[in-house]
């Protein structure tokens, strides 16, 4: 089983079909459920695997969307906490080919508040592994409780943890954080990390000195983590362990709609890969041969490239990733 604990956003996304008004200055908008947990507990909810997703559900006219949406997906949601505080808004900009910028509206949200008693509460026994990250992991205050979860975890070696850090930098060096903080935040979790996805883009951010990516995942690795999964849009995704040869895998080429919740999408379906091939504990993850390491990636990267392939955070199910597969 697996277990997402982070935040819910609403994605307020363009409709480039709709009326935008005189010279664009009234664009129309469709909201779409999504943030970084509720992206990759929908996911793994399609693909068929089960998933506990531990979030703050916020009050709202689309607060309910929300919960349907993963309900729909058949996540989990017992454990999820009821907050009175206000669903965290994103407004989503999309450039020319699909990728995109994002605007927050999130101060004073349900997503941050988490308190040590809420987690210890919340966290499922006989999961298999906890997937943390985005701005509910680097975000006072509740990132403290939610780093505490992991190092437990951690010193316990009761599941995997895996860590996106998902950087937002309008809210990584604003809203109430500062560029070191957020660093040192992230770096708590990394030294307890059995598996970490970053991007490239979240790389330039957090090491500005990087220019060699095979260099950079190969670095990260080293650090500790079983595996290190370094995305970098329609690039080679690179798979990094220490001590072991760099993999280098080619995602598949779709017709790009937008590149929202692609990452979430990719982590839930490595993660779900790892759990149904019987990995669940870091000996495992430690002892995994290349050839398997190599099917589970290639098909994260095919639950990605599917999602890249609809509008807004809009995983693919098990039935649609067997028929891409074919």
């Excluded at 996304?13 to 929908?42: H, K, M, Q, S, Y």
Aim: charged letters at 20%; aromatic letters at 4%.
């Amino acid at each position: 089983m697996l277990t997402v604990l982070g935040e819910l956003v609403v994605d307020l996304i363009p409709d480039p079909t709709a009326d935008a008004g005189a010279e664009g200055t009234a664009p129309r908008f469709v909201a779409r459920p999504g943030g970084n947990a509720l992206n990759v507990a929908v996911a793994a909810g399609r693909l068929g695997h089960p998933v506990h997703l531990l979030a703050r559900f916020g009050t709202g006219p689309l607060a309910g969307n929300l919960r349907r949406h993963a309900e729909l997906s058949g996540v989990d949601l017992s454990r999820s906490v009821a907050s009175h505080d206000p669903v965290s808004l994103a407004v989503v900009g999309l450039a020319a080919d699909g990728s995109a910028d994002y605007g927050f509206h999130v101060l004073g949200a349900a997503d941050w508040q988490w308190t040590d008693d809420e987690v210890t509460a919340a966290w499922p026994t006989g999961s298999d592994a906890l997937h943390i990250g985005s701005i509910s992991s680097w975000t006072a205050p509740g990132c403290e409780a939610i780093a505490a979860l992991a190092e437990r975890l951690h010193t316990e070696g009761s599941a995997l943890v895996s860590v996106d850090p998902n950087i937002r930098v309008a809210l990584a060096e604003g809203f109430g954080n500062t560029a070191a903080e957020v660093r040192d935040r992230l770096q708590r979790l990394l030294a307890v990390a059995d598996v970490v996805k970053v991007s490239a883009e979240d790389l330039a951010w957090l090491e500005p000195d990087t220019t060699d990516l095979d260099d950079a995942a190969q670095r990260w690795a080293d650090r500790g983590p079983g595996v290190l999964l370094l995305t970098d849009g329609g690039a080679p995704l690179r798979v990094a362990r220490p001590g072991k040869p760099l993999l280098r895998l080619q995602p598949p080429t779709v017709t790009v709609a937008d590149t929202v919740g692609a990452g979430d999408s990719l982590a839930a379906g490595f993660l779900t890969g790892l759990l149904e091939a019987g990995i669940t504990r870091r000996p495992a993850l430690d002892a995994v041969a290349d050839d398997v390491l190599t099917r589970i990636c290639t098909d994260a990267s095919l639950v990605a490239a599917l999602c890249c392939t609809k509008v807004g955070a809009d995983p693919p199910t098990r039935a649609e990733l067997d028929a891409a597969r074919a």
